[in-house]
Nanobody
Framework: QVQLVESGGGLVQAGGSLRLSCVAS????????MAWFRQAPEKTREFVAA????????YYADSAKGRFTISRTNAGNTVYLQMNSLKPDDTAVYYC?????????????????????WGQGTQVTVSS
């Protein structure tokens, strides 16, 4: 069992940056692949970025490539999402997620159904 708590959301102007953090409880954080998803109003929750257990592999949605960076510190039980060059379309609630499954291929990191632990979300609003 793992509990996730996000922070770092807020209001920012287009072109600005934000850094989201997600702190996990428990002593087995390093055994979980981690990801960030987001959900805009009246839209389905979508994949943003993911990292492997060690942090050695990272995966991004096309919308995040080149602008967002996911990282983790297993010693600190924390995963981050650095978001640069923000756009109004990035406005959403951002969720941290952990997977208790063995994600054996790149594609499996993108599937929302492979993540079984979720945080409460943090709001990101980008003004134009």
């Amino acid at each position: 069992q793992v509990q996730l708590v996000e922070s770092g959301g807020g209001l920012v102007q287009a072109g600005g940056s934000l850094r989201l953090s997600c702190v996990a409880s428990g002593r087995t954080f390093s055994s979980y692949p981690m990801a960030w998803f987001r959900q805009a109003p009246e839209k389905t929750r979508e994949f943003v970025a993911a990292t492997s257990r060690s942090g050695g592999s990272t995966y991004y949605a096309d919308s995040a490539k080149g602008r967002f960076t996911i990282s983790r510190t297993n010693a600190g039980n924390t995963v981050y999402l650095q978001m640069n060059s923000l756009k109004p379309d990035d406005t959403a609630v951002y969720y941290c997620a952990a997977s208790s499954f063995i994600l054996s291929s790149r594609a499996t990191y993108y599937y929302i159904s492979n993540y079984d632990y979720w945080g409460q979300g943090t709001q990101v609003t980008v003004s134009s």
